[in-house]
């Protein structure tokens, strides 16, 4: 029989220097962001390992698009320390984004830039040599052969979400951020999205993504916290939060069916903030 | 079936690229998407070319030098009010700049590869003019004076860059953007530009000639001549200079790389 080669995710939880030993690629502690007066982020700690999909999950203005920002070192924090595979985001900030990959919510490339220019540009910007040749390779790898000279704007969705992700990967980082990356594909574009991204988990590459699918996040991701009001309310294996929480009187009520899923403990805990599991 | 826990391989730790290497990738990528807006381009530089065929009659009367000076100088703000601003606005708009913002690169960077790509349009459309004024008109200048025509046009051309810059960091919407450059370039260019020539009397040419249209064609006309510079050539460099950082000053602080 053909031993199976995934990681266990349970040994991924319990703590950032896990049980293989492995020091985490993402480390947040106790970050705290504010915008003038309004506080998004409070108090918000995680960390990522290698090998693992990790997904930040909330309601909209819980404060996940601005920890993502914090930890590309685009928005400084009151308090608190991000660090990417052991280097301070905010004491080096180029040498940290050297080593993330991003795919953002809203990525757009210069209109006028074909695919293949864009390609050229983002290899430049992260320093790896690339021939013509190597991105006609690389274009024809992720079925964009055909476009190299068709305008990024001209893509179709799934294209150009494929045409996003070469340029958020090309440089093989360690760690890789995702913001609702799925958001406006169709159901096979996401598939074939999703079996990409356990690609690169399985070659020991770290993945931090957020999402507002619930199914999505419970079949793809190791461990997920759940964040509100921006603070952590959850954290752990996608099944061990279900499992935790199906009690709750609230996640009961939010319970559409008798067998609780993911996205009722997410409704049952946002609408009922501080709870921790 | 047997299951084993296997230790993830660990991907290669990077640092940041040399500078020269993501300079180098964003002006390439900035001379691009400038090439693929040629039309544009061209218009940009027809601009001052269609100004000197329309003053060629005020040769006689304001002197040769004098109107190839101004037109360079109605040409320059077109290209910081109208082209620079709107590409800024059009690209902050669409979340371009906060993409390159997460690569390894500095803003400074990201801008002033934008801002090279726009002093390059400004030293093509000002030999572009001198060409068809030597074509056309038969004005010359030495070599050495069309090195400091440029140099002055950059000069001058640096302040409505700085301008443009202001005005995307005080407009949020890129089409707000435009209106406002288009509203501003109006008085600017064609107002300044005719009140130079002399055709709105001596009073309004005198006040439009400490405007950045008046000290940009100030400093042309020194440069065609250098051996008339004067005090006032002087004193007009300072004044474009200040206005250059002036408005630089609240462009770089005002100014946000999301409107999201």
Redesign the interface.
């Known amino acids: 029989m053909t031993p199976t080669t995934t990681l266990d995710p349970t040994i991924m939880a319990t703590s950032p220097q896990n049980a293989l030993g492995v020091a985490p690629l993402l480390e947040v502690e106790d970050l705290r962001l504010a915008y003038g007066r309004r506080v998004a982020v409070d108090g918000v700690s995680f960390f990522v390992s290698p090998g693992e999909i990790f997904g930040l999950l909330g309601p909209n203005g819980a404060g996940k698009t601005s920890t993502l920002s914090a930890i590309e070192g685009l928005l400084a924090p009151e308090r608190g320390r991000i660090s990417v595979v052991g280097i301070d985001v905010h004491k080096r900030p180029l040498d940290a984004r050297a080593n993330l990959g991003i795919q953002l919510q809203a990525t757009s490339f210069q209109k006028d830039l074909s695919v293949f220019e864009v390609i050229q540009l983002y290899a430049g910007l992260y320093g790896v040599p690339l021939t013509s040749a190597d991105i006609r390779r690389l274009l024809a790898t992720i079925d964009l052969g055909d476009c190299a000279t068709m305008k990024s704007g001209h893509l179709s969705g799934g294209q150009f979400q494929r045409l996003a992700l070469a340029t958020a990967t090309l440089h093989d980082p360690p760690l890789l951020l995702l913001d609702e990356p799925t958001t406006g594909l169709d159901p096979q574009a996401r598939r074939q999205f999703w079996a990409k991204i356990e690609a690169i988990r399985d070659s020991g590459r770290a993945i931090l993504l957020t999402t507002h699918s619930m199914e999505e996040a419970h079949a793809v991701c190791d461990r997920i916290s759940i964040i509100d009001h921006g603070r952590v309310i959850a954290t752990g294996s996608p099944q061990h939060i279900v499992d935790s929480n199906r009690d709750r009187a609230e996640v009961r009520a939010a319970a559409r069916r008798a067998d609780v899923t993911l996205e009722d403990v997410f409704i049952g805990l946002t609408s009922h903030a501080g709870v921790a599991a | 079936?047997?299951?084993?826990?296997?230790?993830?391989?660990?991907?290669?730790?990077?640092?940041?690229?040399?500078r020269a290497?993501?300079w180098?990738?964003?002006l390439?990528?900035d001379f691009?998407?400038q090439w693929?807006?040629r039309r544009s381009l061209v218009m940009t530089v027809a601009v001052p070319i269609g100004f000197l065929f329309a003053w060629k009659d005020l040769i006689p009367t304001v002197g040769a030098h004098a109107v190839l000076a101004i037109c360079i100088a109605v040409g320059l703000p077109a290209m910081g009010l109208m082209g620079y601003s709107q590409i800024i606005a059009?690209?902050r708009e669409?979340?371009?700049f906060?993409?390159?913002?997460?690569?390894?690169?500095?803003t400074a960077a990201i801008m002033g590869s934008r801002i090279i790509v726009q002093l390059a349009v400004m030293a093509l459309m000002t030999l572009s003019t001198y060409a068809f004024a030597n074509l056309i008109d038969g004005i010359t200048i030495g070599a050495a004076s069309l090195v400091l025509v440029v140099v002055a046009a950059l000069v001058g051309g640096m302040a409505f860059l700085a301008l443009g810059q202001c005005i995307v960091a005080l407009v949020t919407s890129a089409e707000a953007v435009s209106a406002v450059g288009r509203l501003i370039y109006l008085p600017i260019a064609v107002i300044g530009g005719v009140a130079e020539t002399g055709l709105l009397g001596p009073a309004i040419k005198q006040a439009v000639g400490w405007s950045p249209i008046g000290t940009t064609k100030e400093l042309l006309l020194a440069a065609m001549s250098p051996d008339t510079t004067t005090l006032h050539t002087a004193t007009a460099l300072a004044v474009t200079l200040a206005y250059g950082i002036a408005f630089a000053a609240v462009g770089i602080r005002q100014f946000k790389?999301s409107v999201?």
């Not at chain 2, 079936?1 to 040399?18: D, F, G, Y």
Request: charge should be positive; charged fraction near 20%.
């Open positions: 079936m047997s299951s084993t826990i296997v230790r993830p391989r660990l991907a290669p730790i990077r640092t940041a690229p040399r290497a993501t180098q990738a964003l390439r990528a691009v998407v693929h807006q059009r690209d669409k979340g371009v906060q993409r390159l913002r997460t690569t390894p690169t500095s790389w999201h």
